[in-house]
């Protein structure tokens, strides 16, 4: 009897665990889904992060059993292991069938804070969305900044990082709490030689890391030269760090997801947004134009070299990184304290870029409209490369056919997007000869990933009177949904063409959500299968709203205006068979 009491208790056992699992499994998807706005992010977020989540701590388990080591946690155990017998830790991993087995990563989010001005409240929320950010599947390293410090006096230095860094232990580190985690500080992990920075002991950072800890990196350095401590500035030991995890992603045993900066001053300013953030920035084609605009006098120049450090360095890293890994998937952030502080998944630009991995508004949105949100967070990625051909830049003659024969332009490639993207078969002669010679923008950016062509559409047979129309706005299938990639496209055609652009979409379109909210108007009449979108610099408070017999000199008759688009935009034959 008492052996079935057992055998029962067990059996119960088992039933509370397997439903332990799965709510705890249900509730983090529920809430996943609940953060993302799109089924795709979604996915991609899951399909990216699925093998970061493991319940194994809920599980009951026989100590006789094979240790599993498709789990995170037993694979963590294994690389520490593998380190504290002085064994290499990334060779390969088999399981009891000798069958070789995938290393789940470890997906790193090196934050660097700048210390000075952040609140004992703003701490509180910084650790609820480290919290948050560890049940996410990252794995956070804390590089702490104190470069505002005087560096005449190392002593009276390390004193008070010393001071600020055992505080920052009280604020961050309760593993007692039920949802706790625990932080350790590191000093002394790099080594200055010839003027060259390096960490010899990275497994002093892995291990913690392996072992759930947030470890803290203190802004101290070992010159072997002069055997002394040194004191040395935040962003040159971020790029060491970066460099040294960077060497060990070939072992697939780590990932750099996020580089961060905890800035007060928060993300780089632009002019277009009235001072406020730029919310993307795509160094491959932006990286020179922002710097210089820093330097035209709108803001104090020492608040501007500030900026421009934290702008240099970003792009020093991020380019590093896509150097040696031949990819773009880091994301550089930069913020404030107390933006980083906000517990909401939508809210909070870093959560919600580990969740979709973009801005939490899209940086295509024009500036001047009320309804677009002011940030103080700019989102960074190398990018892509964007290739830009206008008819005021070009020398010659500027026609889609010029384009092809001087191979600028490689026309297989732009045929088999455009039918990619739209899902038809476009009818080449037929087309390329409707806009050869009325050509007015061409874009694309990386190996054909997207592309946008405009061309000048004459209004009544009129000649000189002609209105930029956007023709074709294609995105490879593959790279739909892909963050950025549309906006990148789309904010260049709107200051291509900032004073007056039209385009039209059909009804049916599930993009049209997407364009209304990037135009100045829409209208659409019923026996019409388009919808006609409008925007531009001419609409800026010179409508005509009055019904009169005369308008005004520069005030634009808005029902004259839609005329001329209207028969524009339903005079374009079909481009597709």
Request: glycine share 4%; net charge positive.
């Amino acid at each position: 009897m008492s052996k079935l009491k057992t055998l029962n208790r067990q059996f119960i056992s088992n039933i509370e665990t397997h439903k332990a699992v799965t709510d705890a499994k249900r509730n983090l998807i529920l809430s996943i889904l609940k953060s993302t706005t799109t089924k795709r992010e979604a996915k991609n977020y899951l399909t990216k992060y699925q093998n970061q989540f493991d319940f194994s701590d809920l599980d009951f388990a026989n100590s006789n059993e094979i240790v599993p080591l498709n789990r995170r946690e037993n694979q963590r155990e294994l690389f520490i292991q593998r380190f504290l017998n002085r064994q290499n830790p990334f060779v390969n991993i088999y399981d009891e069938d000798d069958r070789k087995l995938k290393k789940i990563p470890l997906r790193l989010a090196i934050f660097k804070i700048k210390f000075a001005t952040i609140t004992n409240q703003q701490w509180t929320g910084i650790a609820e969305t480290f919290k948050r950010l560890i049940n996410l599947g990252i794995s956070p390293i804390i590089l702490l900044d104190f470069d505002h410090l005087p560096d005449n006096s190392f002593k009276n230095n390390e004193l008070y990082i010393t001071d600020q860094s055992n505080k920052l232990l009280n604020r961050l580190g309760k593993p007692e709490e039920e949802d706790g985690f625990q932080v350790s500080i590191l000093r002394s992990l790099f080594t200055k030689k010839n003027g060259h920075l390096s960490i010899d002991s990275l497994e002093s950072i892995l291990i913690p890391l392996y072992q759930g800890t947030i470890p803290i990196l203190q802004p101290i350095a070992y010159n072997v030269d002069s055997n002394t401590q040194e004191f040395l500035k935040s962003d040159s030991l971020l790029f060491a760090l970066c460099s040294a995890l960077v060497e060990k992603r070939t072992t697939n045993l780590l990932s750099i997801e996020k580089i961060v900066m905890i800035d007060q001053l928060g993300g780089i300013p632009s002019i277009e947004r009235n001072q406020t953030s730029h919310v993307f920035i795509n160094l491959s084609q932006e990286y020179s134009d922002i710097l210089s605009e820093l330097f035209i006098g709108h803001i104090n120049p020492k608040v501007r070299d500030l900026h421009v450090s934290n702008l240099n360095s970003m792009n020093n890293i991020l380019s590093f990184i896509r150097d040696r890994s031949g990819n773009d998937e880091t994301t550089g952030i930069i913020t404030t304290p107390e933006i980083m502080s906000i517990n909401n998944d939508q809210l909070n630009p870093i959560i919600y870029n580990v969740l979709t991995d973009r801005s939490i508004i899209s940086s295509s949105l024009p500036s001047s409209n009320k309804r677009t949100p002011q940030v103080s967070t700019t989102i960074i990625k190398k990018g892509v490369n964007v290739q830009i051909f206008e008819q005021d830049t070009y020398t010659g003659q500027f026609t889609m056919e010029d384009l092809f024969k001087d191979k600028l332009v490689d026309k297989s490639k732009l045929v088999e997007l455009l039918n990619d993207s739209f899902g038809k078969t476009l009818q080449v002669n037929e087309y390329f000869k409707r806009i050869d010679n009325n050509l007015a923008t061409f874009i694309f950016v990386g190996d054909y990933d997207g592309a946008a062509i405009i061309t000048w559409e004459k209004v009544n047979g009129d000649n000189n009177k002609r209105i930029a129309y956007l023709d074709k706005f294609a995105i490879a299938k593959r790279n739909q949904g892909l963050p950025g990639l549309a906006d990148i496209i789309f904010k260049i055609i709107l200051q291509s063409h900032s004073s007056e652009l039209i385009w039209r979409s059909r009804k049916v379109n599930p993009v049209n959500k997407w364009y209304f909210e990037r135009c100045c108007g829409c209208m659409s009449s019923p026996e019409s299968q388009w919808k006609i979108f409008y925007t531009g610099d001419i609409f800026d408070k010179r409508i005509d709203r009055f019904k009169r017999k005369t308008i005004p000199a520069g005030v634009i008759n808005v029902g004259e205006k839609l005329k001329e688009y209207s028969k524009i935009c339903e005079g374009i034959p079909p481009s597709f068979k």
